[in-house]
């Protein structure tokens, strides 16, 4: 036996002689995926975690040449920019697929809401998912400050500013996120601690998590679909992961690399001018495009509402529509049979419409 | 038309198919040489060594005379390390505080001097007379065996 | 006094009288005080002195009252024994009268230390070397004095921005008679000053630019001492601020030559009221030049103005090539601030080899020149790299997507080839 065998099939066995690898095999040939006319949604989670891998991977490889200090950081990606090999490759890469990612995400995000894949047994996987999105967002925003230009000072400034806002610890949290009570080089430092190893740590356990979950309970199926099957159209159509849905899935993720790789070539990120502490804002400051709509929220907001600080009635806004996403598995309890459940989505159409508009807003005013 | 037994075994390979398999892995293995090469580069150390930052070394500085100054880059701009008649180093930023001309040293006077309209800087880079409203900017040195450190203050 | 004066001060006394009935009631008795003020704000003409403009007067603020220089009794109402010469009254004083009465104190080495021990006290000397204070003294009494720059009852601190003498009010004030045709026409003294002065970079630098240490009249020609600059000095005058082409200029063979021809040396090239900003225009042997006024082809001097502007031209085209290129590259997204600031250094040689022009010594600028040729020459090169980096990326892009394109497609193929095969199962 062992002259007629290959190479893949000896290394196999010599694996699963030690890791019993034939179960996690049976497994992953068992995985299917429905098919029905909302199966495309489901590519996008896997297309953030590839996102998220390529984020990692040129990450790391910047950390070859970055360097976190006030007085090094710009020169830093200036000479990754100019002098590395391939370095505004990498950069480049690195800044759009951060906000591919994030785009995405918030995909991924309202994909799974308006489908209502996240009623039981579903709700830990949207809370772990919830968690995510948090983290990511803490992401873009450490990160953002790290080429340490001018945008990226004054955005962390005004950023970590309404992070003042909160009542009671806002003042607090304001120094325990700028190390200090300005944007120096120590807000910089914490910031890279931040990106490269807290954030990574915390969603490595809650993404570990959340993908464990998703192979547990497998794909929902939307509910009107599922109607339809029980209703006599046939049960829901099923592919096998391997190969058919994965091979979907690469497909989806060289499209993503080409277009990276297009982006970071004709559109490479650019490196701004130096952050100067003691320089004035100059005008039109905004943060990244995934924070605008919160800001010209923020912007429009009457100073006082019937006697009460208007930044804060923002700051609680925000907080209670983020408290509600968290929740909305335990406050829309069994949607297939509540016709409250259309509440929700109507709520989540005016939540996206609200995002979108207020983006657009505040990137015309 | 192929009337093979459908219990999933082996595949029917059938030219077409072994092609397609045969382009797909060489386009796969293509691809991730396209991705490698150039992270293998990026990770090889380039020429210049390290970015130039806040303190720029000038190699050899301790050649320079007494009673002389010598214009040196400091980022993206110029700056003077002058050696006072006293032999000390001292480093300011060359640019003008009057209209941003590039400063030179005046042996005759020991003095710092903009020959643009006349500007005088004492050794401390104060302005004592001419136009120029501020004195120049003070950087700190330092010295290394023979090289002179100059940093931002 | 004149008629008019006499009927105005008969005015006076009405008033006066009127008006110390009411001041000398006990209820109203006051501390003595100042008041001239009280008539004299009511006057009209010359005789107007208006309390609000006293109010700002540096002599004021410091404690001085109108009988400080006019002497009499400011205590009194009455005329009679307000302005009473033997208390000292005098009256306006006019011509030489005033250049004494200011430099009473002005010129009081110890009376000025009470104030301002700095400020000096040579003035009213500087005065009299001045044309102004030469022709006062032959009796010229059309000529100014210190009231006529410095105001009378509103003197303000030189370095107050409201005062007539602060720089950028300078010339207004000598504008005021210097532009004055009829009043200049005795002299023959032309009156276009002024507006050829505001027509020139330094009047630019003082008064858009905001530049306090940009020249105006009096630095030229002397604030007391005003006079204009005699020939031979030009040189001198323009060298305090323009050192090193003043210096240059001096070993050049220039300096005789204009000396010989009584041509006052920087004046006869850039003007001296209207001096615009110099352009590459003036030097060199093409119709318009100012060399080619005195040289002509073949002599020593055509053949040295004719090299300098080659060697300038031919920087500035290398030096403006290397800008475009380096542009471009920007433009295109690649990184070029080293290069950009290296230009900076050529841009530099450029403005050492226009001023080394003044040298009148073709190798001298070509030394500066050929520097910044080096520096253009470098800095081409990087702008070179920067777009052959620029297409190399573009070409790596394409390479790249058509590997992905293939994997792409044929993983489409694979995909249906699997479906159709899972189909026949």
Request: proline share 8%; net charge negative; with cysteine.
């Given at each position: 036996m062992a002259r007629g065998k290959g190479l893949s099939t000896t290394l196999y066995e010599w694996i699963d002689e030690r890791v019993q690898l034939e179960s996690l095999i049976h497994f992953l040939s068992k995985k299917a995926v429905p098919q029905h006319?909302?199966?495309?949604?489901?590519?996008f989670g896997g297309m953030t975690l590839f996102l998220f891998f390529v984020q990692v991977g040129t990450g790391i490889l910047l950390t070859m040449y970055y360097r976190p200090s006030a007085e090094e950081a710009y020169e830093s990606v200036q000479f990754i920019m100019t002098?590395?090999?391939f370095g505004w490759l990498i950069r480049s890469i690195h800044s759009w697929s951060a906000n591919l990612m994030i785009a995405t995400m918030f995909i991924h995000l309202f994909s799974v809401y308006f489908l209502k894949a996240y009623r039981k047994p579903r709700e830990l996987t949207w809370v772990t998912g919830f968690g995510l999105f948090a983290l990511v967002l803490a992401f873009g925003f450490s990160g953002?400050?790290?080429?340490?230009n001018e945008l990226s000072f004054f955005a962390t400034k005004v950023g970590t500013e309404i992070a003042?806002?909160?009542?009671?610890v806002g003042r607090f949290l304001v120094r325990l996120l700028r190390g200090?009570?300005?944007?120096?080089g120590a807000t910089l430092s914490r910031f890279y601690g931040f990106h490269i190893a807290i954030l990574p740590g915390m969603v490595t356990l809650i993404l570990t998590i959340h993908v464990l979950l998703v192979q547990r309970l497998g794909m929902s199926v939307p509910i009107k679909v599922e109607k339809e099957g029980e209703a006599?159209?046939?049960?829901?159509k099923d592919v096998p992961f391997f190969p058919n849905f994965f091979l979907h899935d690469l497909l989806g993720w060289y499209v993503v690399i080409a277009v990276l790789a297009a982006l970071a070539a004709l559109m490479p990120w650019e490196l701004g001018k130096k952050a100067d502490l003691f320089a004035p804002a100059p005008a039109g400051i905004r943060p990244e495009w995934y924070f605008v709509y919160m800001f010209q929220t923020l912007k429009f907001i009457p100073a006082k509402i019937l006697g009460m600080d208007g930044e804060v009635l923002g700051i609680l806004a925000f907080g209670l529509g983020g408290l509600f996403l968290l929740l909305v598995p335990f406050l829309d309890r069994d949607p297939a049979h509540h016709r409250r459940t259309r509440l929700f989505s109507g709520i989540g159409v005016f939540i996206v419409v609200y995002i979108i508009v207020l983006t657009i807003v505040g990137y015309r005013v | 038309m192929n009337s093979q037994p459908t219990q999933g075994t082996s595949p029917i390979e059938t030219p077409r198919r072994s092609f397609l398999s045969f382009l797909l892995s060489t386009s796969i293995g293509a691809s991730i040489v396209a991705i490698f090469y150039p992270v293998l580069k990026y990770l090889?150390?380039?020429?210049?060594?390290?970015p130039a930052t806040a303190s720029v070394v000038i190699a050899k500085g301790n050649e320079l005379k007494s009673n002389s100054g010598q214009i040196f880059k400091f980022g993206s701009k110029p700056g003077i390390l002058v050696r006072t008649p006293d032999g000390e180093f001292r480093a300011f930023s060359?640019?003008?505080?009057?209209?941003e001309c590039t400063v030179q040293y005046k042996k005759e006077t020991s003095q710092i001097w903009c020959a643009c309209h006349n500007g005088i800087y004492d050794l401390s880079g104060?302005?004592?007379?001419?136009?120029?409203?501020r004195p120049l900017e003070t950087f700190k040195v330092n010295l290394r065996g023979e090289d002179v450190v100059v940093s931002k203050g | 006094m004149t008629s008019k004066l006499r009927w105005i001060s008969r005015l006076g006394y009405g008033w006066a009288l009127g008006l110390s009935l009411l001041m000398t009631s006990p209820a109203l008795a006051e501390p003595p005080?100042?008041?001239?003020?009280?008539c004299h704000s009511a006057?009209?003409?010359?005789?107007q002195v208006k309390s609000e403009k006293w109010a700002t007067d540096v002599h004021m603020a410091k404690g001085?009252?109108?009988?400080?220089?006019?002497?009499?009794?400011?205590?009194?109402?009455?005329n009679k024994l307000a302005m009473n010469r033997a208390k000292g009254f005098i009256g306006a004083p006019k011509g030489l009268a005033i250049v004494h009465l200011c430099g009473?104190?002005?010129?009081d080495a110890a009376f000025m230390r009470k104030y301002n021990?700095?400020?000096?006290?040579d003035q009213m000397n500087e005065y009299f070397t001045s044309v102004h204070g030469k022709r006062l003294k032959e009796g010229d009494i059309n000529v100014a004095t210190c009231?006529?720059?410095?105001?009378?009852?509103?003197i303000r601190v030189?370095?107050?921005?409201?005062?007539?003498?602060?720089p950028l009010n300078v010339a207004d004030t000598c504008g005021?008679?210097?532009?004055n045709a009829q009043l200049m026409a005795p002299y023959h003294i032309k009156t276009n000053q002024k507006e050829e002065y505001q027509k020139s970079v330094h009047y630019e630098a003082l008064a858009?630019?905001?530049?306090?240490?940009a020249p105006t009249c009096?630095?030229?020609?002397?604030?007391?001492?005003a006079a204009p600059p005699g020939i031979g000095s030009v040189a001198n005058v323009c060298g305090q601020c323009h050192a090193i082409f003043a210096d240059l200029f001096d070993k050049s063979p220039h300096k005789a030559a204009f000396a010989r021809m009584d041509l006052p040396s920087c004046v006869h090239c850039?003007?001296?009221?209207?001096?615009?900003?110099?352009?590459?225009?003036?030097?060199?042997?093409?119709?318009?030049?100012?060399?080619v006024q005195c040289h002509v082809a073949g002599d020593a001097g055509y053949k040295q103005a004719e090299s300098m502007r080659k060697g300038i031209n031919q920087l500035k085209v290398a030096l403006a090539g290397s800008e475009s290129l380096l542009t471009q590259a920007e433009q295109k997204g690649m990184e070029v601030s080293q290069p950009t600031y290296d230009l900076i250094e050529g841009r530099q040689e450029l403005t050492k080899a226009r001023t080394q022009v003044h040298s009148f010594n073709a190798a001298n600028v070509e030394g500066d020149v050929k520097a910044g040729l080096l520096i253009s020459a470098r800095t081409e090169e990087k702008g070179k790299q920067a777009l052959s980096e620029y297409q190399f990326r573009r070409k790596g892009l394409a390479v790249s997507l058509i590997i992905i394109l293939a994997v792409i497609v044929t993983l489409y193929f694979k995909i249906k080839d699997i479906e159709r095969r899972q189909k026949a199962e």
């Open positions: 006319r909302h199966s495309v949604w489901y590519y002098e590395v090999r953002y400050l790290l080429p340490w003042g806002i909160v009542p009671f200090g009570d300005d944007v120096t006599g159209h046939g049960p829901v | 090889t150390p380039p020429k210049t060594g390290e060359a640019i003008c505080t009057h209209l104060r302005n004592v007379s001419g136009p120029p409203p | 005080q100042n008041k001239c003020l009280d006057l009209e003409g010359n005789l001085f009252d109108c009988a400080a220089c006019h002497g009499g009794d400011p205590t009194q109402m009455d009473k104190c002005h010129s021990p700095a400020e000096r006290v009231v006529s720059c410095h105001g009378v009852h509103e030189v370095s107050d921005p409201r005062s007539r003498v602060y005021v008679c210097h532009s858009k630019k905001g530049d306090l240490s009096n630095k030229c020609h002397g604030n007391h001492g850039h003007g001296n009221h209207e001096i615009k900003r110099p352009t590459d225009d003036l030097l060199g042997v093409a119709e318009g030049a100012l060399c």
